[in-house]
C-alpha cells in the first residue's frame, strides 16, 4: 500500500519563516539528520523564489610554505611549516593575514609596512582595487599557533566555502596534513572541523563545517579534469588566468620566495595578499561559484557533490553540452517523430 502524506501549509510557512530568519541553528540539523554545512545555507534560502539570491558568503585563500631553496613542499608529507595565509571574505572584503616573521628579523611595525606596499601597488596597478577593502593582522611565533588560529578563523567566518586556487591539489592537502603533522593524528580533525570529521574522496577532502572550492578545477576544460567553466588557455597558473581574465598578474619579485621571505618578508607576505586578492577579482568577474551554485540547485545536486566528476550536475551539464553543438539534429529528429505521431 502506496503512503500518502497531508501538508500542513501553516507549519510549511513557520519553518520557512524559521529557516530564513535564524530561528533553527545548523548543529540541529547536522546532529540528527548529517546535513551538510553549506546545504544547510542553501536550505535557508532555497524557499526565496521571487526574491534576489543573497550573495554567497565565501572565505578565499592562498597559503605560503618556509621550505628550503630548491625543495618542493609535497603536500602528502607536508614536511615544511606554514608562514603565511592570507584570507579575504566575500561579502565583508576583510583581509586577513596570518604570518610568522622570518626567525632573527629586526622589530618593525608589520602593519603599516605591509599596508604601504600595498596601496602602492594598487595605486601602479589600479586594475587590483577593491572599494572598502579592510585588512586584519594576526602575528605568530611558529607555525602551530597559526594553524589554530586560521581553522577558528574558517569556522567562525560563517562561510558556505574555503575557496582556493589549485588549492585541490596543493593548498588544502598540505594545510590538513601539516595540521595532522603539528596536533597529532588524533587531534587534528577538532583543530579542522568543529565536529571533529574530516573525510577523504579520491584527493578531496570534506568537511560538514564548509565546503573546499578550488577555482581551477572550475576554470579549466573537462579533457584537463576542469568543469569547463572557462577558456582553453596554454597554461592554467594563476598567472595566466589572472592576464587573461583580469589584464593584471601576480606581484612580481626577484629571486625565488625561499629568497624573498628572508631578504624583504614585507613583500613575501604583500605577494600572499595579492594571490588571494586575485580569487575574489576572478571569482567577481566570472560568478563561476554562482554559476556551480545555480546549476546545483537546479538539478537538486548538493554543493558538496556538483564538484565531484560523477554527480547529478556533471551528467546534466555533459547532456547540455551535447544538446548545444547538436541542437539542429535533435530538433530535426524530434519534428520527424511528431510528424510520425500526427
Not at 39 to 55: A, L, S, T, V
Not at 91 to 119: G, H, M, Q, S
Request: aromatic share 16%.
Amino acid at each position: 500500500m502506496k503512503a500518502s502524506y497531508t501538508v500542513d501549509r501553516k507549519l510549511l510557512d513557520e519553518f520557512i519563516n524559521g529557516l530564513e530568519n535564524g530561528k533553527y541553528k545548523y548543529h540541529q540539523f547536522y546532529d540528527t539528520h548529517d546535513v551538510l554545512a553549506n546545504n544547510w545555507w542553501d536550505m535557508q534560502h532555497r524557499f526565496q523564489f521571487n526574491k534576489k539570491p543573497k550573495q554567497l558568503p565565501l572565505l578565499f585563500f592562498d597559503i605560503e610554505v618556509d621550505a628550503e631553496e630548491g625543495i618542493f613542499p609535497d603536500p602528502p608529507i607536508a614536511k615544511w611549516p606554514v608562514n603565511a595565509i592570507a584570507t579575504m571574505h566575500s561579502i565583508t572584503k576583510i583581509v586577513t593575514l596570518f604570518y610568522v616573521p622570518p626567525k632573527n628579523a629586526a622589530e618593525r611595525d608589520w602593519e603599516a609596512d605591509i599596508i604601504e606596499l600595498f596601496n602602492k601597488t594598487v595605486e601602479q596597478h589600479p586594475e587590483y582595487k577593491v572599494d572598502g577593502i579592510d585588512f586584519n593582522f594576526k602575528q605568530f611565533k611558529n607555525d602551530e599557533m597559526l594553524l589554530d588560529a586560521f581553522w577558528k578563523h574558517v569556522r567562525n567566518a560563517a562561510v558556505v566555502a574555503l575557496v582556493g586556487f589549485n588549492s585541490n591539489i596543493f593548498d588544502v592537502p598540505y594545510l590538513v596534513n601539516r595540521t595532522k603533522n603539528v596536533f597529532g593524528a588524533r587531534e587534528y580533525k577538532s583543530v579542522i572541523s568543529e565536529f571533529g570529521d574530516l573525510r577523504k574522496f579520491g584527493e578531496q577532502y570534506e568537511i560538514p563545517d564548509y565546503s573546499f572550492i578550488d577555482l581551477l578545477h572550475l576554470y579549466k576544460p573537462q579533457s584537463a579534469g576542469g568543469m569547463a567553466f572557462g577558456k582553453a588557455l596554454e597554461s592554467y597558473s594563476l598567472e595566466a588566468v589572472s592576464q587573461k581574465e583580469l589584464k593584471v598578474g601576480k606581484l612580481e619579485y626577484d629571486g625565488s620566495l625561499v629568497e624573498l621571505y628572508v631578504k624583504d618578508p614585507v613583500r613575501f607576505f604583500v605577494y600572499n595578499i595579492f594571490d588571494t586578492l586575485l580569487l575574489y577579482l576572478l571569482n567577481k568577474k566570472l560568478k563561476h561559484i554562482d554559476t556551480l551554485r545555480g546549476l546545483a540547485q537546479f538539478t537538486n545536486t548538493p554543493f558538496t557533490k556538483a564538484l565531484v566528476g560523477r554527480s547529478l550536475l556533471y551528467q546534466f551539464d555533459k547532456l547540455f553540452q551535447y544538446w548545444q553543438k547538436n541542437f539542429a539534429v535533435c530538433s530535426k529528429l524530434y519534428n520527424e517523430e511528431i510528424s510520425k505521431v500526427q
